[in-house]
């Protein structure tokens, strides 16, 4: 069966630091890759989408890239955090035509 | 584009109860699927139902089931037997087909909040 594994699961980063939130999916080949952000006691954000290795779609423009080195690996980065990127982090996987299955998600507080 | 549009910030049911979530959708798309994902406060996203457009036939897994109505782009969640497991943020969304090649991405509503009271 596939699992998606997210990590970490709390993280709390000073302003100007980086970022780098990472995701894996197992038991799957060639899944597409979605990060969403969540602001707090709001909707989930789309922030960026992945189709294959190298592959990147960016939705908003943002403060933060993402990059898919291998097949199931997505890495959400930043070189410079700002306070308005806090929120929950969470990375997602699908096939064709199925459901997005959610990883536990990252809680990013920058102070 | 899609949009998504759930009117009911938060909702109260008794345990045991039935209680039902509306969501209304627009797309310009003729083929596209909805769900609905329950956020506890784990804040983990679990999906708890889904409905392929081009099915007449409203979907039901156990104490869920849903209410489509395709020409209203209408699609209600109605939670039978109500839980305090029950108990979460209850997020309706929207996804266009996929090609090969393409990511359908999936568009969300703001959510209800689901209170169980025993």
């Known amino acids: 069966s596939q699992t998606i594994h997210q990590w970490p699961a709390t993280l709390v980063q000073p302003v100007g630091s980086p970022l780098s939130l990472e995701c894996t999916v197992e038991g799957t080949s060639n899944p597409n890759l979605y990060w969403y952000r969540q602001a707090a006691g709001r909707g989930l954000q789309l922030l960026f989408y992945?189709?294959?290795?190298?592959?990147i779609s960016s939705e908003v423009p943002q403060n933060l890239s993402a990059s898919r080195p291998q097949d199931r690996q997505f890495i959400l980065s930043s070189k410079k955090l700002l306070l308005s990127d806090s929120g929950f982090y969470l990375c997602a996987w699908s096939l064709r035509n199925s459901p997005l299955h959610f990883g536990n998600g990252t809680r990013l507080t920058v102070t | 584009a899609q949009t998504v549009t759930q009117s009911q910030p938060e909702m109260s049911v008794q345990e045991a109860e039935t209680v039902t979530l509306s969501c209304t959708y627009d797309t310009s798309e003729s083929d596209y699927y909805l769900f609905w994902y329950k956020q506890p406060p784990s804040r983990q996203m679990i999906l708890v139902i889904r409905?392929?457009?081009?099915?007449?036939q409203n979907a039901t897994e156990n104490r869920f089931s849903v209410n489509f109505q395709k020409a209203a782009k209408s699609f209600s969640l109605k939670i039978s037997d109500s839980q305090l497991g029950d108990a979460a943020m209850y997020f309706c969304?929207?996804?266009?087909?996929?090609?090969?090649?393409?990511?359908?991405?999936?568009?969300f509503g703001t959510g209800t909040r689901l209170q169980v009271t025993l």
């Open positions: 409905q392929e457009a081009y099915k007449q």
């Open positions: 969304a929207s996804k266009g087909p996929t090609n090969t090649g393409t990511a359908s991405k999936l568009t």
């Open positions: 992945s189709v294959g290795i190298g592959q």
